[in-house]
């Protein structure tokens, strides 16, 4: 019964699961494919604030 939710969990993710995965691993590769996503989201933030930097440094020059 507990490997009925844990491979729907796997499914939601786009993984295929294993039957003989430890809830520890299936925690592992959520927690790794939840990373990924949050630095997807890092760099776009860091793409903006370099934009925002020099737009200040811009302005600070024409003072």
């Known amino acids: 019964m507990g490997f009925n939710r844990l491979d729907k969990m796997k499914q ?3 993984m ?5 995965q ?9 927690y790794h494919q939840e990373r990924k996503q949050h630095s997807g989201l ?3 933030k860091n793409q903006f604030r370099g934009q925002a930097d ?3 440094s811009v302005v600070e020059v024409e003072l």
């Open 12 to 14: 939601l993710l786009g």
């Open 16 to 20: 295929q699961p294993k039957i003989h």
């Open 22 to 30: 430890t809830q520890r691993e299936v925690k592992r590769d959520i």
């Open 42 to 44: 890092n760099e776009v």
């Open 54 to 56: 020099s737009a200040d």
